[in-house]
């Protein structure tokens, strides 16, 4: 069975900087941060086998592009596989309530 390598880019490492930080010192839930922290970092790196097993996002012009949406507790995680370099890139974690639209306009793919 093919492995992959997952990498975060920069973009995506800042959502979770960010998603930390609200939810530690924002909600005042330590507790919860560090829980919400292990469960995205346990998803993204499951995806070192089989990530094609996540559908892809049903929003334009992303699905397209091939960009995977996987859900994480509140939050989806964005990312594409690059199959030939055996890689997948993780380039966004967006609140779930939040435009994903909108949010993923402004999302960097670093190839």
Do not use: C
């Not at 880019?9 to 900087?17: G, I, M, N, S």
């Not at 829980?35 to 995806?47: P, Q, R």
């Not at 890139?89 to 670093?110: F, P």
């Amino acid at each position: 069975m093919k492995t992959y390598t997952v990498k975060i880019t920069r973009q995506a490492r800042e959502h979770l900087r960010s998603i930390r930080k609200y939810i530690s010192e924002d909600l005042l839930a330590p507790d919860s941060a560090i829980n919400t922290m292990a469960a995205l970092k346990k998803e993204i790196e499951s995806l070192s086998v089989m990530p094609e097993r996540i559908r892809l996002t049903d929003e334009e012009p992303w699905r397209s592009e091939e960009i995977h949406q996987m859900r994480v507790k509140n939050y989806y995680v964005y990312f594409w596989i690059d199959k030939d370099a055996g890689k997948v890139q993780i380039t966004a974690v967006i609140y779930v309530a939040r435009s994903q639209a909108l949010q993923l306009g402004s999302m960097e793919i670093e190839k």
